[in-house]
């Protein structure tokens, strides 16, 4: 089999939660070439039976914490239960406490889903904004994410690799044992962040818009939703 097919059996269930935000089309062609067999859904009632779950994002955090907030209580169910969440950009951003994005706005505080303590910040005003185009990863800690799932041959490691963000605000975690892999846009920022027990992680790139790079991640993501 080419490392570029599908294997010939789905080797994992997968929910992408459609609140109105995500870039569905090629989430789910990414994820199907990595080997999930997929379900969009915006029923919560469908999370408990999937092995792992994808939060994908495009737009303003507002508009998505609104728009994601008849899915808390399940998605906060599921992180309970130690199934895999997955964040991508605004998904990713979701995952912590808070933004600027909505004070930037003149709209006030508006609370995340918390299961990664922190706040997303607005990059500085030297530097160019929204922050575009396909920076180089660096890998700062052991993740199966970012290193692979130990006795796959599928994934693997994508440090020193290249991914497509598109995005103006990024995540600063409390805990810097948070961060997973970074990156560079005139200063060093999150590019990867995990939960302390690892089960909820987020990409700022879109992997589904990073060629093999993308294609890796997607891979060590099914694999290990296909552990549980």
Request: charged content about 20%.
């Amino acid at each position: 089999m080419s490392l570029s097919e599908p294997p010939s059996e789905a080797l994992a269930d997968v929910v992408i939660v459609d609140y109105g935000l995500g870039n569905l089309r090629s989430a789910t062609r990414g994820l199907e070439r990595a080997g999930a067999a997929v379900t969009i859904t915006d029923d919560p009632g469908d999370f408990a039976a999937a092995d792992g779950i994808v939060l994908p994002g495009v737009g303003a955090f507002r508009e998505g914490m609104e728009n994601a907030g008849p899915y808390r209580e399940a998605l906060a169910d599921a992180v309970a239960r130690d199934q895999p969440v997955f964040g991508i950009c605004l998904g990713m951003q979701m995952l912590l406490t808070s933004s600027e994005e909505a004070d930037h706005a003149g709209e006030g505080d508006v609370v995340g889903l918390d299961f990664v303590p922190g706040r997303n910040v607005r990059f500085d005003e030297g530097q160019t904004i929204p922050h575009m185009g396909w920076n180089e990863l660096s890998v700062e800690r052991s993740h199966p994410l970012v290193t692979g799932v130990e006795g796959s041959d599928r994934g693997g490691s994508v440090d020193g690799e290249h991914a497509y963000f598109v995005h103006s605000y990024y995540a600063v975690p409390d805990d810097d044992g948070a961060v997973v892999a970074t990156t560079d846009h005139g200063r060093t920022f999150p590019a990867v962040i995990a939960s302390e027990d690892g089960t909820v992680f987020g990409t700022q790139f879109h992997p589904e818009k990073s060629g093999e790079t993308g294609l890796t991640i997607l891979r060590n993501f099914v694999d290990v939703c296909s552990l549980r």
